[in-house]
């Protein structure tokens, strides 16, 4: 695992944590590395998983950002209720390659064993539209996945860009902030009814006992 880019107190963050999921080949940590790095590295090791800790800044807020470069086991998703990487995950970035059509029906197959009442918030993308004319996957392709999957996307190149790349993880950790903080209000919120449920409750108790004139 790697440290990077912290330069005040982790107890002050806000943390984020950002499961990258794809088939072996679609530039999982090239995206994962230019986003933290900005450099773009071509060749890595397909069997290795990485997580990287990163400070990042999301709209002016200072986020503690770890990211899980993960690498399938066995060829095939398992994104099941009871998976590490569902249990650890506050967000998953679905990556395909445009170049490899099974890689596309690989995060399709992902994001449809993931149970519905737990998901996290998801991100798709397409990656290396830099080689275009080896394209197997259209664009309408993703964008009607993304539909279906009721999140946003985008096609863009670990190879040639930054800020699309940026954008990409920028975006699925504000759709992770927006969960969180709706379920830390709704949180509140049931806390606040049960609260005032046992104060009307008590007020009654201690009319019922008051001395009689």
């Not at 996290?120 to 996957?137: E, F, I, S, T």
């Not at 806390?191 to 104060?199: A, E, P, V």
Request: with cysteine; aromatic share 8%; charged share 30%.
């Amino acid at each position: 695992m790697t440290t990077r880019g912290i330069r005040r107190k982790k107890s002050y963050l806000a943390e984020i944590k950002v499961a990258v999921i794809g088939a072996p080949g679609v530039g999982k940590s090239a995206l994962t590395v230019r986003f933290l790095t900005k450099r773009y590295i071509g060749e890595y090791d397909h069997q290795a998983e990485n997580r990287h800790k990163y400070e990042i800044m999301v709209d002016g807020e200072a986020v503690l950002c770890e990211i899980w470069d993960t690498c399938p086991k066995h060829g095939e998703p398992s994104l099941t209720a009871g998976s590490e990487v569902v249990q650890w995950a506050d967000g998953l970035l679905l990556v395909y390659s445009i170049t490899d059509r099974d890689s596309f029906n690989y995060v399709r197959r992902a994001k449809e064993d993931l149970p519905c009442e737990t998901t996290p918030p998801v991100a798709l993308v397409g990656n290396k539209v830099d080689m275009v004319h080896l394209r197997q996957v259209s664009t309408d392709e993703g964008e009607i996945l993304a539909k279906d999957f009721e999140c946003k996307f985008a096609e863009i190149s670990a190879a040639e860009h930054v800020f699309q790349v940026a954008e990409a993880f920028h975006d699925l950790c504000r759709e992770v902030i927006a969960a969180k903080r709706k379920s830390k209000q709704s949180f509140i919120d049931k806390i606040d009814r049960m609260l005032s449920g046992s104060r009307t409750y008590n007020r009654g108790k201690s009319d019922s006992i008051s001395p009689k004139d």
